[in-house]
């Protein structure tokens, strides 16, 4: 099943589109059969593809939007990616050879590039800020291999998340269905997940974003706000994005569009 209609495309159409409660019921199915992909670009949506393609005895559940999005991997390394279903992206991270002190992870093109933004937000105004960037485009990697064949192991998922730190995960779907999945990981009481919130009608995608608080400005202030050394310090930079938030709104209920500077931001580094 190729799903390409996302609600988080409701420009002229309202809930119209997916609901990603779909994901949800393909969940309760046989993890001996069931298999869930969110690839993030276009190359990992053909690497993917050609995986699901091959494969036999299985249902293959592919959620990508139809639109055009940005490339974040070479081919290459999207079928790298996809063959280990979730990793760390190592050119939108700075913790390398450090503990991070956040995790952003991301699963969905929407959402990995909402996360993205984020990241690049927080390392602009906190350049010693540790930041991990992972995406993950298997979702069943989030539950043990007990529970699914695709599971990362303990060791894996602690390597990945971390077992102290916290994580901020945007997710295309409903954000219980991350918790669902992860419950029994160490680090599960430090995994907040921003997912759909059943916010919106129809809406330019950053305000729809916003609503559902899954946009760049609401992830950047959460990560304030669990990192302590920036509770305080992150005072001032909070206060933008609020401001930011609301230039947004405005804007696109002026235009009924979303501003150039959002809608055509490329990662900067």
Same mark, same amino acid.
């Given at each position: 099943?190729?799903?390409?209609?996302?609600?988080?495309?409701?420009?002229?159409?309202?809930?119209?589109?997916?609901?990603?409660?779909?994901?949800?019921?393909?969940? #309760?199915?046989?993890?001996?059969?069931?298999?869930?992909?969110?690839?993030?670009? &276009?190359?990992?949506?053909?690497?993917?593809?050609?995986?699901?393609?091959?494969?036999?005895?299985?249902?293959?559940?592919?959620?990508?939007?139809?639109?055009? *999005?940005?490339?974040?991997?070479?081919?290459? %390394?999207?079928?790298? *990616?996809?063959?280990?279903?979730?990793?760390?992206?190592? /050119?939108? &991270?700075?913790?390398?050879?450090?503990?991070?002190?956040?995790?952003?992870?991301?699963?969905?093109?929407?959402?990995?590039?909402?996360?993205?933004?984020?990241?690049?937000?927080?390392? %602009?105004?906190?350049?010693?800020?540790?930041?991990?960037?992972?995406?993950?485009?298997?979702?069943?990697?989030?539950?043990?291999?007990?529970? *699914?064949?695709?599971?990362?192991?303990?060791?894996?998922?602690?390597?990945?998340?971390?077992?102290?730190?916290?994580?901020?995960?945007?997710?295309?779907?409903?954000? /219980?269905?991350?918790?669902?999945? %992860?419950?029994?990981?160490?680090?599960?009481? #430090?995994?907040?997940?921003?997912?759909?919130?059943?916010?919106?009608?129809?809406?330019?995608?950053?305000?729809?974003?916003?609503?559902?608080? !899954?946009?760049?400005?609401?992830?950047?202030?959460?990560?304030?706000?669990?990192?302590?050394?920036?509770? !305080?310090?992150?005072?001032? !930079?909070?206060?933008?994005?609020?401001?930011?938030?609301?230039?947004?709104?405005?804007?696109?209920?002026?235009?009924?569009?979303?501003?150039?500077?959002?809608?055509?931001?490329?990662?900067?580094?």
């Amino acid at each position: 099943m190729l799903i390409t209609s996302t609600v988080w495309r409701q420009d002229h159409n309202g809930f119209t589109h997916q609901d990603p409660g779909f994901l949800d019921v393909v969940v #309760n199915k046989s993890p001996t059969v069931t298999r869930i992909y969110l690839p993030p670009d &276009s190359n990992c949506l053909m690497a993917v593809a050609d995986h699901c393609l091959r494969s036999t005895d299985n249902i293959n559940v592919i959620v990508c939007d139809k639109q055009q *999005h940005l490339q974040f991997l070479d081919m290459d %390394a999207a079928i790298s *990616h996809c063959r280990k279903g979730v990793g760390i992206w190592d /050119w939108a &991270s700075n913790d390398a050879g450090h503990v991070p002190d956040v995790v952003m992870a991301s699963c969905g093109d929407i959402a990995t590039q909402e996360a993205l933004a984020a990241t690049a937000i927080l390392r %602009a105004h906190f350049p010693d800020l540790k930041v991990r960037f992972v995406n993950v485009v298997d979702l069943y990697t989030m539950t043990p291999p007990r529970e *699914h064949p695709h599971g990362l192991s303990d060791r894996d998922f602690d390597s990945l998340f971390t077992t102290d730190r916290p994580v901020i995960f945007n997710f295309h779907g409903y954000p /219980w269905l991350v918790h669902r999945l %992860a419950y029994r990981r160490h680090n599960h009481d #430090n995994l907040h997940v921003r997912g759909y919130k059943e916010k919106g009608n129809i809406n330019t995608p950053l305000e729809l974003a916003i609503d559902n608080e !899954v946009d760049r400005f609401s992830l950047a202030i959460d990560v304030i706000d669990r990192v302590p050394r920036l509770q !305080v310090a992150g005072a001032h !930079v909070k206060e933008r994005l609020r401001n930011l938030q609301i230039e947004c709104r405005n804007y696109a209920h002026e235009h009924g569009i979303d501003r150039p500077a959002e809608r055509d931001w490329k990662w900067p580094y």
